[in-house]
């Protein structure tokens, strides 16, 4: 990991006491909580089996699952990978948003860089189904409209591929003003990779692939949105086929 790629997962080394990326705050280290975040594992599914209709005031991942699919199981997180699939019919879903609807933790600012990562794979036999994640602002709606329609709620900065699409893009929201970059990636059927985002306060968002910066899907000021974001990630089925993503961490930390 090259330290000047300004981008790190939960799991950064340290050598002799010291973070070796040293732009990215420590956190969760007493007298050095220049930072605040999350790193998920997802080694436990109490937390994730929130019953549905957002709206309860419980700590954990907010789970909703529509349209027939079924609840978060033991084993949907087996080796650490929590696994979110649809049930077999088109526009089936489901999604994870970590808090409640009131609002999230992570404020774009200035000079309060933010940083997410998150290492998933998905299924994409089929190239149809329809996957979202990153940050948002919570809400009670569902996360991805049917039949390839995108995100419909405002506020957000997420990775996303729409059915029938190609390839991966990374889109920002800032209060209905949507910049959506393609990333020149395409999916690939059940390989892990890692997906991350720079937001450099409120000035620009760049974007990186397996820890490579892809300059084409850097976002700017205009579509960086100036609200309470939280983790989140969505599946939708664009078929009559069960699909699935999996996700083995999320990381999100920000300046304080």
Not at 18 to 26: D, M, Q, R, S
Not at 179 to 206: C, E, K, Q
């Given at each position: ?58 700590p954990g991942w907010e789970s909703n699952i529509f ?34 609807v009131v609002g999230g933790a992570f404020w774009p ?50 990775f996303v591929v729409l059915d029938g699409g190609a ?90």
């Amino acid at each position: 990991m090259d330290k000047k790629i300004g981008f790190i997962d939960g799991r950064r080394p340290v050598v002799g006491g010291i973070n070796a990326w040293t732009e990215v705050p420590g956190l969760l280290i007493p007298g050095q909580l220049q930072g605040y975040g999350i790193y998920e594992e997802f080694m436990g599914v109490s937390e994730l089996n929130v019953p549905a209709g957002i709206g309860h005031n419980v700590p954990g991942w907010e789970s909703n699952i529509f349209n027939g699919g079924a609840a978060l199981s033991l084993a949907d997180i087996r080796g650490g990978n929590v696994l979110l699939q649809t049930a077999g019919g088109n526009n089936d879903s489901g999604q994870l948003t970590l808090g409640d609807v009131v609002g999230g933790a992570f404020w774009p600012a200035a000079d309060k860089d933010i940083w997410f990562e998150a290492l998933m794979k998905h299924t994409y036999a089929v190239a149809d189904e329809n996957i979202a994640f990153g940050l948002i602002d919570p809400d009670a709606a569902v996360y991805l409209a049917d039949d390839g329609g995108g995100i419909p709620i405002n506020n957000h900065l997420a990775f996303v591929v729409l059915d029938g699409g190609a390839l991966w893009c990374f889109q920002g929201n800032k209060a209905g003003l949507v910049d959506t970059n393609s990333l020149a990636i395409a999916p690939v059927d059940l390989v892990f990779h890692t997906f991350g985002f720079h937001v450099r306060g409120v000035t620009a968002v760049d974007v990186y692939y397996d820890r490579v910066l892809v300059a084409a899907g850097q976002i700017l000021t205009a579509n960086i949105p100036v609200t309470g974001l939280m983790p989140f990630f969505a599946i939708k089925a664009g078929s009559a086929a069960v699909e699935a993503v999996y996700f083995d961490y999320i990381m999100c930390i920000q300046r304080r």
